[in-house]
């Protein structure tokens, strides 16, 4: 286990993001501290997408040289008729914002459209990119691995982006952490914080969760039978599986990724079968304002 296996998440650059969030949008200095701060704790990969508000442009701000970047695409506009060439333009977009000829990863942030009819091309599109070489890898960032059944079924991926914390083992219970080893794609999981829910204290957290008030009492005994703070348990729980290449995390401040750094390394307590959830409405964040 160790920093290097962290990935810099950069929502917070470009636009007010997460749960926990009581910073808002961080500045282009804060930006240039957090980015200087990984720098020096030995983290390589910033993870951003088009999507996220200033995030590209706030990056290109500042020097990036050593860092791998992984970027994402938006949906797919439903009257695109060339759509090899849309996903070249939203690519050199990137680049251009980003001030760099090439980047390390790209992903669909909506991977469901390609399962739909103009799947296939948009595929070609992404393998497009990476034989004209302005990309290293391609992939697909998901909400739930059941949608890798199907993708993976028709395609490959270099890269895959999915949700993974101590409490949704979803990854592991489907068997896709393993399959997705075998196939040779690299793996980044996400939401290892929960937006920084599973780091508040009972009295911090929005009312509107206490309908898993049961899962978050024993949480909370958990770690202090275990002597672990939220944020290393968090973290040692991800970093601990080999088959896991980055854990994604994003930061309000310097100081935020500092102590997540700092927490990486040390014990991990076994965690009980019963600190785990399926409820897709606790799971998936994108549910969360119908609570």
């Known amino acids: 286990m160790a920093p290097s296996k962290v990935a810099l998440g950069t929502v917070q650059f470009g636009m007010n993001y997460g749960v926990a969030n009581r910073q808002g949008q961080v500045d282009l200095a804060q930006a240039h501290s957090i980015i200087e701060t990984a720098r020096h704790a030995g983290i390589d ?15 290109g701000q500042i020097d990036l040289d050593g860092f791998k970047v992984i970027t994402k695409l938006p949906a797919l506009p439903d009257d695109c008729a060339d759509i090899v060439g849309w996903v070249e333009e939203q690519l050199v977009g990137s680049l251009g914002r980003l001030r760099c000829g090439t980047v390390r ?106 309908r898993w008030s049961a899962l978050w009492q024993e949480w909370h005994n958990w770690l202090d039978a275990g002597g672990v703070t939220p944020v290393q348990a968090c973290l040692r729980h991800a970093l601990s599986f080999n088959a896991i290449s980055r854990v994604v995390v994003g930061v309000d401040t310097a100081v935020q990724l500092q102590e997540i750094a700092s927490a990486a390394n040390g014990p991990m307590p076994a965690i009980p079968q019963t600190l785990r959830s399926i409820d897709p409405d606790l799971l998936n964040p994108s549910r969360w304002n119908q609570l």
């Open 105 to 210: 990863g790209l992903l669909l942030h909506r991977p469901e459209q390609l399962l739909g009819p103009k799947g296939a091309e948009l595929y070609r599109g992404l393998a497009e990119m990476k034989a004209q070489g302005l990309v290293e890898q391609i992939g697909v960032s998901i909400y739930e691995p059941l949608e890798l059944d199907t993708l993976c079924a028709a395609m490959d991926f270099d890269l895959v982006q999915a949700p993974f914390n101590i409490l949704d083992a979803r990854l592991t219970d489907s068997g896709w952490l393993q399959r997705l080893s075998a196939r040779g794609t690299e793996l980044h999981v996400r939401s290892v914080f929960m937006q920084g829910l599973l780091l508040m204290t009972a009295t911090e957290r929005p009312h509107k969760f206490s």
């Open 45 to 59: 990969t910033l993870d951003t997408a088009i999507a996220y508000g200033e995030s590209e442009s706030t990056l």
